[in-house]
């Protein structure tokens, strides 16, 4: 059974740009949650996706958006990168909000 | 607001030794996670704990939660240099609701 996947593992972009990370949930699970992890942090909560839905956000400006297939599978799409929103990005499933698990991560360096 | 505080942040201890991981939050809880991080990997679940008293443990790891005072532990019992990693709590406030990080305790367990 595969876990949570994430694609792809490191990205380096310049300031300005636009970049695409990709999640497939656990087997099973119908619900992703986003979350952006700075060097030496604790993950922030951006947002979770429910039904094809965006269900809850954190404080994340609107550069940061998503979306969710009818496979349950995530995008998190991040606009007009800046310098600050170098971090690893991590995904998360779950089923009906039982624990959650993680995926690898993707490496975002933002130069 | 829900905030949720680790200490100690750093710690730095002899391997046989037990020592334990504070995590406060400031409101109350449905649930309580505990997750262990290594070095540029993802997040490993270890527990979660749902009601007030609940006490779970893993090898050398337990978890207790104490809903009235808003405090959980993680207590090493006899540390191994394996356990040397960051470990988080994280509070999710109401059902279906975000789920919010600590700053993590990063554990250096010494040979």
């Known amino acids: 059974d595969a876990g949570v996947t994430q694609s792809p593992t490191h990205l380096i972009k310049t300031r300005g740009q636009q970049v695409t990370l990709r999640c497939s949930p656990k087997s099973g699970h119908d619900t992703v949650s986003w979350y952006q992890q700075a060097l030496g942090q604790g993950p922030q909560f951006i947002f979770q996706y429910y039904e094809e839905e965006e269900r809850q956000r954190g404080n994340f400006p609107d550069r940061f958006s998503g979306h969710q297939f009818p496979n349950y599978s995530s995008e998190l799409n991040v606009n007009a990168l800046l310098l600050g929103d170098s971090a690893l990005y991590l995904c998360a499933s779950s089923l009906a909000q039982i624990t959650q698990y993680f995926g690898p991560g993707t490496r975002l360096t933002v130069l | 607001e829900l905030k949720v505080e680790q200490n100690p942040l750093f710690l730095s201890m002899q391997e046989g030794k037990n020592y334990t991981i504070y995590c406060n939050y400031s409101?109350?809880?449905?649930?309580l996670y505990w997750y262990r991080q290594d070095p540029g990997k993802s997040l490993e679940s270890l527990f979660v704990l749902l009601s007030n008293g609940a006490v779970k443990q893993e090898g050398r790891l337990m978890a207790s939660l104490d809903t009235k005072a808003r405090l959980s532990t993680l207590h090493i019992t006899a540390a191994v240099h394996d356990l040397s990693a960051t470990y988080f709590c994280a509070v999710e406030w109401n059902r279906d609701d975000k789920i919010i990080f600590g700053k993590g305790t990063r554990l250096h367990i010494l040979p």
């Open positions: 409101t109350t809880s449905d649930r």
